[in-house]
């Protein structure tokens, strides 16, 4: 952002951009156009978000994108309408205007949450919160976190404070590029090429979306600027001056025709509120897309019309919310983070009547000391002085970000600490219905380790006390990985046998999976007498580990069956199928600091563990497998115990996710 500063002019200096010289940016016309109605549209918005992240409106997600269609429209309405009055665009008025408009509120978020929250929150909240900001600053939100590796819809467990900014992101990344490309589209064919920009930014946008998406994590495609561009640019779409006089044109001639159209899209935009789940393949493959359109013609329906529904939509209490919405969105995220009921022990009603008081009480104050003053009356935020402030209050804020360091690791896994697990470990009794190896089977060489993510974070520990012992082992472990086919893996016994087959291994460990436990009864049945199955067929043996506790709202309805599934056919087995309750040493409760030394076990997000939670299963693990199998002995050296495995970055994810209590 800070290449932008060196755009903006002191007021009064003339600026040229294209063919012609432009008056300067205090003289241009910039008053918004009157387009009535838009507030309360931003209103419903940002009641949709609100509602959303409150778990109360199943897509209330998609007000995001009912604002991505008003900000298109309304930039685009403005840039038009400079445009046709002077043929040109002042850039760096325009890029001025939108920094005075959106940075100061950002920037004084930014401070208030990671000061408060290295102050007050936990250790884990600051630390994500701290390892986002920067990015935020710079409006990089949404590419940070696609390339962080942290799935959108699986975030808000441990979620950060500033997880929200992606969608600022979008649109300032939008207003950098889109006034440029207006302004080459326009002297090549004035209103004619500035359809065909806006036509092919919307095909060339929706495309991409539909290349990238797998059908599986849907955050690519959702926070992606170039893969949600098309939100913006339906809204541009509508903007352009045949669409607008077509439409104004249509409404007079077809008043009634166009209220019943603006009633069937707020029903339609409705209906997909109340019942969209945000990770339906279908809304990545046209309904987002579909939804973009529909928020469009909405917006300049209202925006068109003096009609009574733009009289409701005008109505004063829903238009102050609208002005509102840009600091609801800012402030309502970190609110609603930090009053937990875990934190407040308050539920229901009562808590969200207290997040929207607090997230209301910020948002004025940030709209009416903050927003406001700088916008209109501030002059030093204009010209070279502006420049100069700018500057400094982003150096302040790095120096902030400085002072309040995420540690180099945060981990924090010591010696002692491990050692300590160990012995707590070797005191845990083992629960077993075998205590004697299988005489009859031959010695295991080598081991294959399957399951989700839940044991990829096992597995350094597994395989550091493996290779100690001597054995062979493999592993498989990675997040979604699951028995159950699916229609994203369609054949999983097919690509198990591939790998078997390429680590030639005999024991096969499967630690069952949260994504299997999604399906529903009948097919984990079918799956798993499947793998029987197969494990028959080849003469392999077979290790079913069940589900680590889990909290409470990261639990599945199909644990319970799953769990009951595979000890069932590990009892009618003849010896080569077992199964293992590690519960018993990670406890039936989900407890993040197990042993209570301030080193957790077990990760805040409600189901994955840390080094020392890794290090209790994986010698519980072995110790039950020597019990049962020849060719597996616990290591006489323990000196694995505190090798590099426990500093694998998987530990540090998301940030802090293990970090001291």
Known sequence: MAFILSLQHQSGSVVRTASRTITPVNQTATARPQLPGLDGLRALAVIGVLAFHDNRLNGGFLGVDLFFALSGFLITT?????????????????????????????????????????????????????????????????????????????????????????????????????????????????????TALTSIGIVTSFMAMLAIYNGGDPTRVYMGTDTRSFSLLCGAFVALPAVRRAVTGGIQKFRNIASGLTVVLILVIGLMWFTVDGQSQWLFRGGLFAHSIASALLAVLVASSSTKLSVVFSWRPL???????????????????????????????ALTAIRLAITFALSIASYFLIEQPIRHNAKWAHGSQGRRVFVATSLAAIVIWALIAVPKTTNKVSADALTSAVATTS????????????????????????????????????????????????????????????????????????????????????????????????NQQAALDDLAKFVADRNLRLVFVSFPSISADRSEPGQISLEDNARTIANQSDGSIIY?????????????????DGNPERKRDGIHVCPTGALRSAQWLIQELSTRFEGIATPADVSWVIGDWAQDSRYDSPPGACAPL
């Not at 934190?343 to 229901?348: A, E, F, M, S, V």
């Not at 077993?432 to 990829?456: M, N, R």
């Not at 350094?460 to 699916?486: C, M, R």
């Not at 018993?584 to 989900?590: E, H, K, Q, R, Y």
């Open 319 to 349: 238009a102050y919310i609208g002005r509102l919405s840009y600091a609801l969105y800012l402030w309502h995220w970190p609110v609603y983070i930090f009053c937990t009921h875990d934190r407040l022990d308050i539920n229901g009603l």
């Open 580 to 596: 293992l309750d590690q519960r018993s040493v990670l406890g039936d409760a989900f407890t993040v600091d197990i042993d209570g």
């Open 78 to 194: 403005l840039l038009i309408d400079e445009l046709q009055r002077t043929n040109s665009i002042d850039l760096i008025g325009f890029w001025g205007r939108r920094l005075r408009r959106l940075l100061p509120a950002v920037m004084v978020l930014l401070v208030v949450v990671v000061v408060f929250f290295r102050l007050f929150a936990d250790t884990g909240q600051w630390i994500i919160a701290r390892d986002d900001v920067v990015w935020s600053q710079f409006y990089m939100a949404n590419w940070h976190q696609i390339y962080s590796g942290s799935g959108y819809w699986d975030a808000f467990a441990a979620p950060s404070a500033f997880e929200h900014l992606w969608s600022l992101a979008i649109e300032e990344q939008f207003y950098l590029v889109w006034p440029v490309l207006v302004i080459v589209a326009w002297r090549i064919g004035r209103a004619r090429g500035l």
């Open 427 to 522: 005191s845990v009794p083992i629960a077993s219905t075998t205590t004697t190896p299988q005489e009859t089977l031959p010695p295991v060489t080598s081991i294959y380790y399957l399951g989700d993510s839940v044991a990829y974070d096992m597995w350094p520990a597994i395989e550091a006390e493996l290779k100690a012992a001597g054995v062979t082992a493999n592993s498989g472990a990675f997040g979604g990985v699951g028995v159950v086919p699916t229609d994203v893996n369609t054949s999983p016994l097919q690509s198990l046998a591939t790998e078997l087959d390429r680590h030639y291994s005999d024991l096969l460990i499967l630690q069952l999976s949260v994504w299997d436990a999604q399906q529903d009864e009948k």
